[in-house]
């Protein structure tokens, strides 16, 4: 995942979690815009999260933060 999504990732899990609680869910469309203006970084988020990590629509906001960390020290 490149940086400047990892970083996206990190504010939105981040700010639900501030907004609503450490068990607030989100899912991969958190994380765009109401419109598909970027296909390509919808795919490879897609891809993290479907493919690679094998994850439910919703999943925990505390679990994302925690994937996307543990993927950036590999």
Request: with cysteine; glycine share 4%.
């Amino acid at each position: 995942m490149r940086a400047s999504l990892r970083e996206k990732v990190i504010q939105v899990c981040e700010k639900k979690i501030a907004q609503k609680g450490e068990t607030v869910g989100v899912s991969f469309y958190a994380f765009f815009a109401n419109k598909n203006d970027d296909p390509a970084l919808l795919m490879e988020v897609a891809t993290w999260w479907i493919q690679t990590h094998k994850l439910n629509h919703f999943e925990k906001a505390k679990k994302i933060l925690t994937l996307v960390g543990e993927r950036e020290q590999l």
